[in-house]
Protein backbone atom coordinates (compact mmCIF):
# COMPACT_ATOMS: atom_id res chain seq x y z
CA UNK A 1 0.00 0.00 0.00
CA UNK A 2 2.57 2.37 1.13
CA UNK A 3 4.63 1.17 -1.60
CA UNK A 4 2.40 1.56 -4.36
CA UNK A 5 1.76 5.52 -3.15
CA UNK A 6 5.60 5.87 -3.37
CA UNK A 7 5.92 4.06 -6.91
CA UNK A 8 3.61 6.21 -8.03
CA UNK A 9 4.50 9.74 -6.55
CA UNK A 10 7.86 8.84 -7.58
CA UNK A 11 6.95 8.40 -11.35
CA UNK A 12 4.73 11.38 -11.37
CA UNK A 13 7.11 13.78 -9.49
CA UNK A 14 10.44 12.38 -11.57
CA UNK A 15 8.94 12.24 -15.08
CA UNK A 16 6.90 15.77 -14.92
CA UNK A 17 10.41 16.82 -13.55
CA UNK A 18 11.76 15.19 -16.62
CA UNK A 19 8.93 16.73 -18.96
CA UNK A 20 9.07 20.10 -17.34
CA UNK A 21 12.88 20.47 -18.26
CA UNK A 22 11.49 19.44 -22.31
CA UNK A 23 8.55 21.92 -21.96
CA UNK A 24 10.50 24.58 -20.89
CA UNK A 25 12.69 24.13 -24.01
CA UNK A 26 10.85 23.64 -26.90
CA UNK A 27 7.38 25.12 -25.23
CA UNK A 28 8.00 27.87 -23.55
CA UNK A 29 8.48 31.67 -25.43
CA UNK A 30 8.99 33.81 -22.25
CA UNK A 31 8.88 32.47 -18.62
CA UNK A 32 6.25 35.48 -18.29
CA UNK A 33 4.27 34.21 -20.27
CA UNK A 34 0.83 32.60 -18.81
CA UNK A 35 0.88 29.97 -21.12
CA UNK A 36 4.33 28.67 -20.61
CA UNK A 37 4.97 24.94 -21.00
CA UNK A 38 1.26 24.27 -22.57
CA UNK A 39 2.51 26.90 -26.02
CA UNK A 40 2.60 25.02 -29.11
CA UNK A 41 5.88 23.66 -30.13
CA UNK A 42 8.77 26.33 -31.06
CA UNK A 43 9.57 26.94 -34.52
CA UNK A 44 13.10 25.54 -34.44
CA UNK A 45 11.59 21.98 -32.95
CA UNK A 46 11.03 19.64 -35.96
CA UNK A 47 14.92 20.58 -37.16
CA UNK A 48 17.63 18.01 -36.26
CA UNK A 49 17.47 14.33 -35.35
CA UNK A 50 18.37 15.51 -31.55
CA UNK A 51 15.16 18.06 -31.12
CA UNK A 52 12.80 15.31 -33.05
CA UNK A 53 13.81 12.46 -29.76
CA UNK A 54 13.76 15.64 -26.91
CA UNK A 55 10.12 16.33 -28.41
CA UNK A 56 8.85 13.04 -28.33
CA UNK A 57 10.47 12.48 -25.87
CA UNK A 58 8.77 15.17 -23.91
CA UNK A 59 5.29 13.43 -24.87
CA UNK A 60 6.83 10.09 -23.40
CA UNK A 61 7.24 11.47 -20.25
CA UNK A 62 4.09 13.54 -19.92
CA UNK A 63 2.08 10.04 -20.27
CA UNK A 64 3.82 8.40 -18.08
CA UNK A 65 3.57 10.72 -15.64
CA UNK A 66 -0.04 10.59 -15.85
CA UNK A 67 -0.51 7.12 -16.45
CA UNK A 68 1.88 6.02 -13.63
CA UNK A 69 0.36 7.76 -11.02
CA UNK A 70 -2.85 6.58 -12.25
CA UNK A 71 -1.51 3.15 -12.03
CA UNK A 72 -0.07 2.66 -8.81
CA UNK A 73 -2.69 4.96 -7.06
CA UNK A 74 -5.94 3.37 -8.33
CA UNK A 75 -6.12 1.01 -10.74
CA UNK A 76 -3.78 -1.79 -9.11
CA UNK A 77 -5.08 -1.07 -5.70
CA UNK A 78 -8.74 -1.28 -7.28
CA UNK A 79 -7.56 -4.53 -8.50
CA UNK A 80 -6.41 -6.04 -5.58
CA UNK A 81 -9.47 -4.86 -3.86
CA UNK A 82 -11.32 -6.55 -6.43
CA UNK A 83 -9.48 -9.93 -6.07
CA UNK A 84 -9.54 -10.06 -2.61
CA UNK A 85 -13.28 -9.57 -2.74
CA UNK A 86 -13.58 -12.54 -5.35
CA UNK A 87 -11.18 -14.37 -2.40
CA UNK A 88 -13.27 -13.99 0.21
CA UNK A 89 -16.71 -14.95 -2.17
CA UNK A 90 -15.24 -17.85 -3.56
CA UNK A 91 -14.29 -19.54 -0.02
CA UNK A 92 -17.31 -18.65 1.31
CA UNK A 93 -19.11 -20.93 -0.79
CA UNK B 1 33.10 -9.63 34.15
CA UNK B 2 30.37 -12.12 32.92
CA UNK B 3 31.17 -14.99 30.97
CA UNK B 4 29.87 -14.09 27.33
CA UNK B 5 31.86 -10.59 27.33
CA UNK B 6 35.19 -10.97 25.77
CA UNK B 7 38.21 -10.47 27.36
CA UNK B 8 40.05 -8.71 24.09
CA UNK B 9 38.52 -7.53 20.61
CA UNK B 10 39.45 -10.37 18.83
CA UNK B 11 36.44 -12.61 17.30
CA UNK B 12 36.64 -15.76 18.82
CA UNK B 13 35.84 -19.01 16.71
CA UNK B 14 34.82 -21.86 19.24
CA UNK B 15 31.42 -20.34 19.32
CA UNK B 16 31.68 -17.97 22.42
CA UNK B 17 31.73 -14.53 22.52
CA UNK B 18 30.45 -12.43 19.74
CA UNK B 19 29.50 -14.56 16.73
CA UNK B 20 29.06 -13.06 13.27
CA UNK B 21 25.42 -12.76 12.30
CA UNK B 22 25.45 -15.27 9.97
CA UNK B 23 22.38 -17.35 9.35
CA UNK B 24 20.17 -15.28 11.23
CA UNK B 25 20.45 -12.31 9.13
CA UNK B 26 18.35 -12.04 6.84
CA UNK B 27 19.22 -11.63 2.44
CA UNK B 28 17.65 -8.91 0.53
CA UNK B 29 15.33 -11.64 -0.95
CA UNK B 30 14.15 -12.32 2.14
CA UNK B 31 13.88 -8.68 3.27
CA UNK B 32 12.08 -7.97 -0.07
CA UNK B 33 9.43 -11.01 0.58
CA UNK B 34 8.26 -9.49 3.65
CA UNK B 35 4.40 -8.16 3.46
CA UNK B 36 4.82 -6.23 6.64
CA UNK B 37 7.06 -3.30 5.31
CA UNK B 38 6.33 0.03 7.20
CA UNK B 39 4.38 -1.28 10.05
CA UNK B 40 7.36 -2.91 10.68
CA UNK B 41 9.75 -0.56 10.01
CA UNK B 42 8.23 1.93 12.54
CA UNK B 43 8.37 -1.00 15.29
CA UNK B 44 11.71 -2.11 14.53
CA UNK B 45 12.54 1.48 14.84
CA UNK B 46 10.92 2.24 17.41
CA UNK B 47 11.68 -0.78 19.66
CA UNK B 48 15.05 -0.29 19.11
CA UNK B 49 15.22 4.20 20.25
CA UNK B 50 13.23 2.53 23.08
CA UNK B 51 16.63 -0.04 23.78
CA UNK B 52 18.89 2.36 23.52
CA UNK B 53 17.09 4.77 25.52
CA UNK B 54 16.46 1.72 28.36
CA UNK B 55 20.10 1.51 28.05
CA UNK B 56 21.51 4.76 28.60
CA UNK B 57 18.66 5.01 31.84
CA UNK B 58 20.82 1.86 33.49
CA UNK B 59 24.25 3.34 32.80
CA UNK B 60 25.49 4.10 36.40
CA UNK B 61 26.82 7.75 34.98
CA UNK B 62 23.05 8.21 33.41
CA UNK B 63 21.82 11.62 34.68
CA UNK B 64 17.84 12.54 34.53
CA UNK B 65 17.23 15.33 32.09
CA UNK B 66 14.24 17.23 31.46
CA UNK B 67 14.50 17.15 27.63
CA UNK B 68 14.27 13.81 26.27
CA UNK B 69 14.72 13.73 22.29
CA UNK B 70 17.10 11.92 19.46
CA UNK B 71 20.59 13.21 19.79
CA UNK B 72 21.91 15.60 17.03
CA UNK B 73 24.51 13.48 15.60
CA UNK B 74 23.84 11.02 13.94
CA UNK B 75 19.99 11.30 13.54
CA UNK B 76 19.19 14.53 13.47
CA UNK B 77 22.64 15.31 11.10
CA UNK B 78 21.80 12.23 8.32
CA UNK B 79 18.14 13.11 8.12
CA UNK B 80 19.21 16.89 7.64
CA UNK B 81 22.54 16.16 5.29
CA UNK B 82 19.66 14.12 3.14
CA UNK B 83 17.46 16.79 2.57
CA UNK B 84 20.54 19.89 2.30
CA UNK B 85 21.61 17.09 -0.27
CA UNK B 86 18.26 16.83 -2.37
CA UNK B 87 17.84 20.83 -2.23
CA UNK B 88 21.51 21.70 -3.81
CA UNK B 89 20.87 18.71 -6.26
CA UNK B 90 17.63 20.28 -7.70
CA UNK B 91 19.04 23.30 -7.70
CA UNK B 92 22.14 21.89 -9.70
CA UNK B 93 20.34 20.04 -12.37
CA UNK B 94 17.73 22.63 -12.70
CA UNK B 95 20.58 25.43 -13.32
CA UNK B 96 22.08 22.48 -15.86
CA UNK B 97 19.03 21.74 -17.84
CA UNK B 98 16.73 25.01 -18.11
CA UNK B 99 16.98 27.06 -20.93
CA UNK B 100 18.18 30.68 -19.18
CA UNK B 101 15.96 33.37 -18.89
CA UNK B 102 17.62 37.10 -18.59
CA UNK B 103 14.06 39.20 -18.35
CA UNK B 104 14.14 43.05 -19.66
CA UNK B 105 16.00 45.56 -17.19
CA UNK B 106 12.87 47.65 -15.06
CA UNK B 107 12.26 50.75 -15.94
CA UNK B 108 11.98 52.73 -13.17
CA UNK B 109 10.22 55.91 -14.65
CA UNK B 110 7.45 53.37 -15.95
CA UNK B 111 4.57 52.11 -13.54
CA UNK B 112 4.21 48.53 -14.46
CA UNK B 113 0.35 47.95 -15.98
CA UNK B 114 0.06 44.97 -13.21
CA UNK B 115 0.40 46.12 -9.66
CA UNK B 116 1.12 42.85 -7.22
CA UNK B 117 2.01 42.38 -3.53
CA UNK B 118 4.69 39.54 -2.54
CA UNK B 119 3.46 36.60 -3.82
CA UNK B 120 2.45 35.70 0.23
CA UNK B 121 0.40 38.06 0.23
CA UNK B 122 -2.34 37.41 -3.26
CA UNK B 123 -4.61 35.61 -0.72
CA UNK B 124 -4.84 39.35 0.40
CA UNK B 125 -5.18 41.12 -2.25
CA UNK B 126 -7.70 38.95 -3.53
CA UNK B 127 -9.69 39.73 -1.09
CA UNK B 128 -9.97 42.71 -2.37
CA UNK B 129 -11.48 41.42 -5.57
CA UNK B 130 -14.77 40.40 -3.75
CA UNK B 131 -16.96 42.97 -5.65
CA UNK B 132 -19.68 40.61 -6.68
CA UNK B 133 -20.52 39.04 -3.27
CA UNK B 134 -20.97 42.74 -2.06
CA UNK B 135 -24.41 42.97 -1.60
CA UNK B 136 -27.12 45.54 -2.89
CA UNK B 137 -29.58 46.58 -0.27
CA UNK B 138 -33.41 47.19 -1.66
CA UNK B 139 -34.10 49.57 1.62
CA UNK B 140 -31.04 52.00 -0.16
CA UNK B 141 -32.85 51.61 -3.19
CA UNK B 142 -30.51 49.10 -5.00
CA UNK B 143 -27.59 50.92 -3.64
CA UNK B 144 -24.46 49.20 -2.14
CA UNK B 145 -23.96 49.99 1.88
CA UNK B 146 -20.26 50.14 1.94
CA UNK B 147 -17.83 50.70 -1.51
CA UNK B 148 -16.00 48.16 -2.80
CA UNK B 149 -12.90 48.09 -1.43
CA UNK B 150 -14.20 48.70 2.23
CA UNK B 151 -16.16 45.79 1.84
CA UNK B 152 -12.66 43.84 0.73
CA UNK B 153 -10.94 45.38 3.70
CA UNK B 154 -13.40 44.27 6.26
CA UNK B 155 -13.28 40.82 4.10
CA UNK B 156 -9.67 40.76 5.42
CA UNK B 157 -10.37 41.39 9.09
CA UNK B 158 -13.12 38.37 8.64
CA UNK B 159 -9.92 35.96 7.68
CA UNK B 160 -7.23 37.69 10.39
CA UNK B 161 -9.98 37.06 13.02
CA UNK B 162 -10.33 33.85 12.28
CA UNK B 163 -6.68 32.80 12.25
CA UNK B 164 -6.68 35.22 15.41
CA UNK B 165 -8.93 33.28 17.58
CA UNK B 166 -7.21 30.04 16.72
CA UNK B 167 -4.87 30.05 19.42
CA UNK B 168 -7.54 30.57 22.06
CA UNK B 169 -9.43 27.50 21.00
CA UNK B 170 -9.14 24.26 22.93
CA UNK B 171 -6.49 22.01 20.65
CA UNK B 172 -7.49 18.55 22.30
CA UNK B 173 -4.97 15.23 22.31
CA UNK B 174 -4.95 14.69 18.47
CA UNK B 175 -1.73 14.72 17.11
CA UNK B 176 -2.61 13.71 13.21
CA UNK B 177 -5.56 14.78 11.00
CA UNK B 178 -6.76 10.85 11.21
CA UNK B 179 -8.07 11.66 14.92
CA UNK B 180 -9.67 14.85 13.82
CA UNK B 181 -11.36 14.41 10.01
CA UNK B 182 -13.48 17.97 10.65
CA UNK B 183 -10.93 19.94 11.94
CA UNK B 184 -9.03 18.33 9.59
CA UNK B 185 -11.26 19.31 6.91
CA UNK B 186 -11.58 23.19 8.07
CA UNK B 187 -7.39 23.02 7.46
CA UNK B 188 -7.56 21.98 4.17
CA UNK B 189 -10.29 23.96 3.40
CA UNK B 190 -8.53 27.22 4.55
CA UNK B 191 -5.57 26.27 2.79
CA UNK B 192 -6.92 25.93 -0.58
CA UNK B 193 -9.26 29.39 0.41
CA UNK B 194 -6.06 31.09 0.28
CA UNK B 195 -4.66 29.79 -2.99
CA UNK B 196 -7.68 29.80 -4.97
CA UNK B 197 -8.02 33.31 -3.33
CA UNK B 198 -4.34 33.89 -4.57
CA UNK B 199 -5.27 32.54 -8.23
CA UNK B 200 -8.39 35.37 -7.85
CA UNK B 201 -5.53 38.31 -6.99
CA UNK B 202 -4.02 37.25 -10.28
CA UNK B 203 -7.19 37.04 -12.79
CA UNK B 204 -5.60 39.55 -15.32
CA UNK B 205 -2.95 36.43 -15.64
CA UNK B 206 -4.89 33.72 -15.30
CA UNK B 207 -5.56 31.97 -19.02
CA UNK B 208 -9.37 31.12 -18.41
CA UNK B 209 -12.91 32.89 -18.04
CA UNK B 210 -12.89 35.19 -14.66
CA UNK B 211 -16.30 34.38 -13.58
CA UNK B 212 -15.43 31.16 -13.78
CA UNK B 213 -12.12 31.61 -12.05
CA UNK B 214 -14.59 33.67 -8.96
CA UNK B 215 -16.67 30.75 -8.43
CA UNK B 216 -14.49 28.13 -8.78
CA UNK B 217 -12.31 30.01 -5.79
CA UNK B 218 -15.29 29.57 -3.20
CA UNK B 219 -16.54 26.02 -4.61
CA UNK B 220 -13.28 24.37 -4.93
CA UNK B 221 -12.13 25.24 -0.81
CA UNK B 222 -15.90 23.20 0.00
CA UNK B 223 -14.88 20.62 -2.43
CA UNK B 224 -11.27 19.44 -1.39
CA UNK B 225 -12.90 20.33 2.52
CA UNK B 226 -15.52 17.42 1.64
CA UNK B 227 -13.35 15.29 -0.06
CA UNK B 228 -10.62 15.52 2.74
CA UNK B 229 -13.27 14.61 5.80
CA UNK B 230 -14.71 11.40 4.24
CA UNK B 231 -11.13 10.21 3.28
CA UNK B 232 -9.84 10.78 6.41
CA UNK B 233 -13.10 9.37 7.81
CA UNK B 234 -12.69 6.32 5.56
CA UNK B 235 -8.85 5.98 7.21
CA UNK B 236 -10.04 6.13 10.25
CA UNK B 237 -12.35 3.39 9.91
CA UNK B 238 -9.83 0.89 7.39
CA UNK B 239 -6.00 0.30 7.15
CA UNK B 240 -4.59 3.40 8.58
CA UNK B 241 -6.14 2.48 12.13
CA UNK B 242 -4.50 -1.12 12.39
CA UNK B 243 -1.47 0.48 10.75
CA UNK B 244 -1.62 3.15 13.81
CA UNK B 245 -3.14 0.02 16.46
CA UNK B 246 0.50 0.69 18.50
CA UNK B 247 -0.06 4.23 18.95
CA UNK B 248 -3.66 4.43 19.56
CA UNK B 249 -3.16 1.84 22.42
CA UNK B 250 -0.92 4.18 23.97
CA UNK B 251 -3.48 7.45 23.66
CA UNK B 252 -6.53 6.54 22.33
CA UNK B 253 -8.87 9.00 19.99
CA UNK B 254 -11.73 10.38 21.48
Not at chain 2, 75 to 95: C, D, K, Y
Not at chain 2, 132 to 155: F, S, W
Not at chain 2, 174 to 199: D, K, M, N
Request: net charge neutral; proline share 6%.
Amino acid sequence: MADEFIKGLGILSGSGLAWMVLASWYRTSSFESTKQLIEPLSSGASEGIFNLIAVSLMDVFLWFAILGALTFWILIPAGRQVMSELEKRRNAQ
Amino acid sequence: MSDNEPENEEIRTDGTGIVAPDNETPTWSERKARKTGLSRLTYEYFERARREDQDLRTESDYVERDVLAFPTWPHETVRNLSIASFFVGMILFLSATMPPHIGAPANPSNTPSIILPDWYLYWSFGLLKLNALNPELAILGGQKLMADRTYGVLANGVVVGAIAIVPFLNKGSARRPVEQPFWAAVGVFGVVLALTLSLLAIKNLMPMNVDLLFDLTFFLPVVFGTVTYAVLKTMREGYMYDLNRRYYRLRPPK
